[in-house]
């Protein structure tokens, strides 16, 4: 919300950048920059983009890139690994990125009995 919050959020994008396991080859500059340069980033966009580039711009269930032109938008949302209605945990380290079809294919499983389920 505040420029501190925005610097907090590049040190932590800074991180993830010298992380070996992060595949930068995927994503556009021009995509970088633009949400740079959003002065007035939600929390929710906050939240998406860690958790975006925590993942390196891949969804876990599909394995297909997530483009930050469309990670804003209602073809992706914030999923929790273990149901919120199961563990009550809210906290960023049960939370990922994946696109909408699968978080309400996925309902109220965990990530583990959704994958062995359906592959």
């Known amino acids: 919300y ?3 919050h925005q610097e907090i959020l590049k040190i932590y994008e800074e991180g993830v950048y010298q992380n070996p396991n992060v595949r930068f080859d995927k994503v556009s500059e021009d995509e970088i920059t633009k949400i740079r340069k ?5 929390h929710n966009d906050i939240t998406r983009y ?7 711009y891949i969804s876990p269930y599909t394995g297909e890139t997530i483009s930050l032109s469309r990670l804003f938008t209602a073809d992706y949302q914030i999923e929790h690994i273990i149901p919120q ?3 009550f945990d809210n906290s ?6 994946c696109e909408s079809e699968v978080n309400q ?3 109220n499983q965990t990530a583990y009995e959704f994958i062995k389920n359906h592959g």
């Open 50 to 56: 860690k958790l975006w580039l925590e993942q390196g």
């Open 2 to 4: 505040s420029p501190s």
């Open 92 to 97: 960023l380290s049960n939370k990922i990125i």
């Open 38 to 42: 959003n002065p007035k980033p939600s």
């Open 105 to 107: 294919l996925k309902g």
């Open 85 to 87: 209605s199961r563990y």
